[in-house]
């Protein structure tokens, strides 16, 4: 039986709230996540994440198949248990930093989609906060070029281990 502190409950809660807004998750499946984030290696087991989420077995099972079917988390089982583990994928920080490029880069289209509308029918407004714009842009530009270099680096890391 899983025995969580009053802290990693609020802390559970919190990433959860932001799982569930960044990632677009249901509250459950956030929860789950964000349990199995503050998990050590291990894990957590079946009736660990029910007691902890205080949800239905079938709730919890399908926001877990979810989470599997994003490649947010894995399971595995132990020699001689029949139940089943979960824990993050080993892969959930490069599809954290992925998601963030993905943002990042829809983000920085709309920018340029606005600046060039603007230059074309916005001249006066164009020039005034070109310079605002161009800003803008070169930040997206560079948090870009600092999610690939990372992912890379991530990307190195593991294909050492």
């Given at each position: 039986?899983?025995?969580?502190?009053?802290?990693?409950?609020?802390?559970?809660?919190?990433?959860?709230?932001?799982?569930?807004?960044?990632?677009?998750?249901?509250?459950?499946?956030?929860?789950?996540?964000?349990?199995?984030?503050?998990?050590?290696?291990?894990?957590?087991?079946?009736?660990?994440?029910?007691?902890?989420?205080?949800?239905?077995?079938?709730?919890?099972?399908?926001?877990?198949?979810?989470?599997?079917?994003?490649?947010?988390?894995?399971?595995y089982t132990k020699p001689g248990d029949r139940k089943r583990y979960f824990r993050t994928s080993r892969f959930y920080i490069?599809?954290?930093?992925?998601?963030?490029?993905?943002?990042?880069?829809?983000?920085?289209?709309?920018?340029?989609?606005?600046?060039?509308?603007?230059?074309?029918?916005?001249?006066?407004?164009?020039?005034?906060?070109?310079?605002?714009?161009?800003?803008?842009?070169?930040?997206?530009?560079?948090?870009?070029?600092?999610?690939?270099?990372?992912?890379?680096?991530?990307?190195?890391?593991?294909?050492?281990?």
């Amino acid at each position: 039986m899983e025995h969580i502190s009053k802290e990693q409950k609020q802390l559970i809660e919190e990433v959860g709230l932001m799982l569930e807004e960044r990632s677009d998750l249901s509250p459950l499946a956030a929860r789950i996540y964000a349990a199995l984030i503050l998990s050590c290696y291990d894990g957590l087991s079946f009736d660990n994440i029910i007691q902890i989420t205080q949800a239905s077995k079938s709730s919890v099972s399908s926001n877990i198949n979810v989470l599997i079917q994003l490649h947010y988390i894995e399971y595995y089982t132990k020699p001689g248990d029949r139940k089943r583990y979960f824990r993050t994928s080993r892969f959930y920080i490069m599809n954290t930093m992925e998601q963030h490029l993905f943002t990042i880069d829809k983000e920085l289209e709309i920018v340029q989609k606005i600046n060039t509308f603007n230059k074309a029918n916005n001249p006066d407004k164009f020039k005034n906060e070109k310079y605002l714009g161009s800003l803008f842009e070169e930040y997206l530009k560079d948090q870009r070029e600092k999610i690939t270099s990372k992912l890379k680096k991530i990307t190195d890391f593991q294909n050492q281990a």
